[in-house]
């Protein structure tokens, strides 16, 4: 039997809200330039929380250990709280259903603290 994962419908900014370590934009109807900044460690998500501009910048934070994805089904990958979470934040589906015009901010920025465990969690984010 083959387990699929599918997003029933779109996300929107209100869904994101419920999300854990996620700080989101503050005008839930801004519909200018957005950024979300994608962080691991509570010291890089405190810095960029502190910097960031609320009403078009984003964070979502990563914490733990994020599985490597390289040849997963999207099923098991979906298991993960980190990339479901990151599912939801991107709004553009997965699989079949992946549609980049749908992609919920403008510019998407990986921010690690400088040390080897950051660059390390965030590389699997990116294979």
């Not at 900044?37 to 509570?42: A, L, P, T, Y």
């Not at 998500?45 to 910097?51: G, P, V």
């Not at 984003?58 to 994020?66: D, E, K, L, S």
């Amino acid at each position: 039997m083959v387990k699929t994962a599918t997003i029933k419908k779109a996300t929107t900014f209100l869904d994101d809200a419920e999300i854990k370590m996620f700080k989101a934009i503050s005008d839930r109807n801004y519909s200018g330039y957005k950024e979300l900044f994608i962080s691991e460690g509570d010291s890089a998500i405190s810095a960029l929380d502190a910097a960031r501009n609320v009403q078009c910048q984003a964070i979502f934070g990563v914490r733990g250990v994020v599985p490597n994805t390289y040849k997963m089904s999207t099923a098991k990958v979906l298991e993960s709280d980190t990339f479901n979470a990151l599912t939801k934040l991107l709004g553009c589906g997965i699989d079949k259903d992946f549609d980049l015009d749908k992609l919920k901010y403008d510019a998407i920025m990986l921010a690690t603290d400088a040390d080897v465990d950051g660059g390390e969690r965030l590389r699997s984010l990116t294979v």
